[in-house]
């Protein structure tokens, strides 16, 4: 694989991970415990900028409840089918 496409690849996956970040209900951070809680804020901050709206939990070793993260009833149809994207 040539060096234009793995940055071609990579450039594509940051797309997709913004996209994702933009679009989502529901968010969670793992592992904060791993991190100071300056490198946690700088994280929080570019959530934040991609998306005011969405529910951001922060978690440790995964361990959140499903019910945080599925079916929470906050995908709006509407508001989807007027993305840009």
Do not use: C, W
């Amino acid at each position: 694989m040539s060096s234009i496409s793995m940055k071609r690849d990579v450039l594509r996956t940051s797309y997709l991970l913004t996209d994702q970040v933009e679009f989502a209900d529901v968010i969670i951070v793992n592992t904060t415990d791993l991190v100071t809680d300056q490198e946690l804020e700088k994280v929080m901050g570019h959530i934040r900028a991609l998306n005011q709206n969405a529910e951001v939990i922060k978690s440790q070793d995964a361990q959140e409840p499903l019910k945080s993260i599925l079916a929470t009833g906050k995908f709006d149809f509407e508001k989807a089918a007027q993305s840009p994207m």
